[in-house]
């Protein structure tokens, strides 16, 4: 039985009530395949709506990059809305702009309304590294306020050095419309309100097989169950041979993160004084964030392919230590490693299988904020509304160069390349 990775959401998440494994033959009006944010956000939307919703995890719910993240609160997506505009017009810009601050709003409603306790805070850092960087923040600034974030604010060298303890940053940009929880406490809480909802969750229920049909049938070693609608919402953690139509243009890519033993509220407060969240404007970007107990949370780097490193912690306390030097030596008491789908255009891929089998995947690093308004799209387009589910499915899914056999060095060879840019501030 897979369990969750050692990290330190797992050692601090919130007591909950286990869900059983599927054992029988059900029937359902959807029947979502995956159990972290983007399978259990559909549910919970479809759930309120009245939807006879089951939810099949393979392992336990949040077991893949829902429980793993850094924990940061977003906005937008890898790509920005003027790469959106260059590459897909302006009408797909301004639909998506209308989209951009929505996931993160879509969070702190679930918070609120269903009294989810996941250490949210608001606010978070892009920080910049160069002045070219920099520069990019500033119209960054401008876009986003064009679509309605007026909770921005550009940071001077010594403005940053008011929110991070560290001489690598020449500025940045807060946003207070983004921010830090603990994932894995968000998403057992939604799926908590699932189960009010009349919603039926199964862990250890990894989907076998499925046959495509009126209705479709998915069984797992156990039971089946009998679906109006399929959704396919794994992502990284979806067995390739299950439907190797989603593998085909996506990669699954690793990212490590550790934990500091806990430091006293002084010292951690001399580090973030505002408990901002900070994330660095290169390619192969770090992330960092305070927990709730007081601990450096940091992670970085990319493991293209999904191999689990043998030693986080030396891949990672370098990273640390480079930005917090005041810090050198400190105990790392969790070190942990965790997937996420990358797309070759860095954009979600929405589409559809059959007519009555859909799927979501490829958040490429900003899950967090997207799988939230992905599930809420979803609900959307099952009742009849799709023109936003269609603004995501007509993105064209690239394939990567090379096929699935090379995608991974080649992808990890571009990635020299931009990291060179970033060493370099070009």
Known sequence: MAEHTQSYYAATANPHEAWPTLDSSIDCDVCIVGGGFTGISSALFLAEAGYDVVVLEAARIGFGAS????????????????????????????????????????????????????????????????????????????????????????????????????????????????????????????????????????????????????????????????????????????????EPRLAAKSMPCGSQIVATAPLSADRALSLLPNHYCVEDCNYLLDYFRLTADNRLLYGGGVVYGAREPQDIERLIRPKLEKTFPQLRGIALEYAWSGNFLLTLSRMPQFGRLEHNVYYMQGDSGHGVTHTHLAGKVLAEALRGDAERFDTFANIPHLPFPGGRRFQAPLTALGAVWYSLRDRFGV
Not at 205 to 231: D, I, M
């Open 67 to 242: 429980g793993r993240n850094g924990g940061q609160v977003v906005n937008s997506w890898s790509r920005d809305i003027d790469v959106i505009e260059t590459h897909y017009g302006r009408d797909a810009a301004r639909l998506f702009g209308a989209m951009m601050f929505e996931g993160g709003n879509i969070i702190r409603d679930r918070i609120d309304r269903y009294a989810i306790q996941c250490d949210y805070r608001p606010g978070g850092v892009f920080a910049a590294l160069t002045s070219r960087q920099l520069t990019a923040l500033e119209a960054q600034q401008k876009r986003w306020a064009g679509y309605g974030n007026t909770q921005l604010q550009m940071l001077d060298e010594v403005g940053i050095k008011r929110q991070i303890a560290s001489e690598r940053y020449c500025g940045g940009l807060l946003d207070l419309a983004g921010g830090h929880l603990h994932p894995l406490n968000l998403v057992l809480g939604e799926a908590e309100a699932v189960r009010r909802h009349g919603g039926r969750i199964f862990e250890q229920s990894a989907v076998t097989q499925v046959r495509y049909g009126t209705p479709n049938l998915l069984q797992t070693a156990q039971g089946e169950v009998r679906a109006k609608f399929v959704v396919f919402a794994g992502n990284a953690y979806l067995a390739a041979a299950l």
